[in-house]
Nanobody
């Protein structure tokens, strides 16, 4: 089992920045691909970003490329999502997830999920 706890969400004006954190406990953190997903009201959960075990490779959704940066600190069992130039359409609940498979955008490849943290971007 892997337990994931997100933090860092909040209310920010358009153009602002937030950094989300996800603290993991349980099994060896470095064994997992870590991902961030988001779900806006009335919409399906969507992929945002993912990073491989050593941080050497990452994926981003087209909608966040150039604005968001994912990173991880295996010594702290934590993955981060730095979000810059935020837009109102980034408003959603953001979820951290862990996958034992290869890096992927597929939601069903992620076995473990956090409870989510709300990000609200005002215009």
């Amino acid at each position: 089992q892997v337990q994931l706890v997100e933090s860092g969400g909040g209310l920010v004006q358009a153009g602002g920045s937030l950094r989300l954190s996800c603290a993991a406990s349980g099994r060896t953190f470095s064994n997992y691909v870590m991902g961030w997903f988001r779900q806006a009201p009335g919409k399906e959960r969507e992929f945002v970003s993912a990073i491989i075990w050593n941080g050497g490779s990452a994926l981003y959704a087209d909608s966040v490329k150039g604005r968001f940066t994912i990173s991880r600190d295996n010594a702290k069992n934590t993955v981060y999502l730095q979000m810059n130039s935020l837009k109102p359409e980034d408003t959603a609940v953001y979820y951290c997830a862990a996958s034992p498979f290869v890096i992927t955008t597929r939601t069903n490849a992620y076995n473990y999920w956090g409870q989510g943290t709300q990000v609200t971007v005002s215009s």
